[in-house]
Nanobody, 117 residues
Framework: QVQLVESGGGLVQAGGSLRLSCAASGGITTRDDMGWYRQVPGKVRELVASIASGGTTTYGDSVKGRFTISRVNAEMVFLQMNSLKPEDTADYYC????????????WGQGTRVTVSS
């Protein structure tokens, strides 16, 4: 069974940086796409960044130029967040879309990021 565990969230001042980590286990391979979503209570979960099996990255409009997704191997994915803004405050979730799937099926428990003004 695939498991995703996020870490690295916390409290940071506006303009600061954080690096989120996601450790995957249970059969994730380099053929699987990985991503980060975020959610504010009462709002729809939104895409932050994703990285496909071939390395192609996609970013949400609100984080382009500030956030960078990277993948060290099949099981470690990172989200470097720079120039953080109060509106980046949310719960951040790591997710995986296994090869052949059309949707992200596996989700971590989330890590909270709070950006103070």
């Amino acid at each position: 069974q695939v498991q995703l565990v996020e870490s690295g969230g916390g409290l940071v001042q506006a303009g600061g940086s954080l690096r989120l980590s996601c450790a995957a286990s249970g059969g994730i391979t380099t053929r699987d796409d990985m991503g980060w979503y975020r959610q504010v209570p009462g709002k729809v979960r939104e895409l932050v960044a994703s990285i496909a099996s071939g390395g192609t990255t996609t970013y949400g409009d609100s984080v382009k130029g500030r956030f960078t997704i990277s993948r060290v191997n099949a099981e470690m994915v990172f989200l470097q967040m720079n120039s953080l803004k109060p509106e980046d405050t949310a719960d951040y979730y790591c997710t995986a879309k296994t090869y052949g799937s059309t949707q992200y099926r596996y989700w971590g428990q989330g890590t909270r990021v709070t950006v103070s003004s």
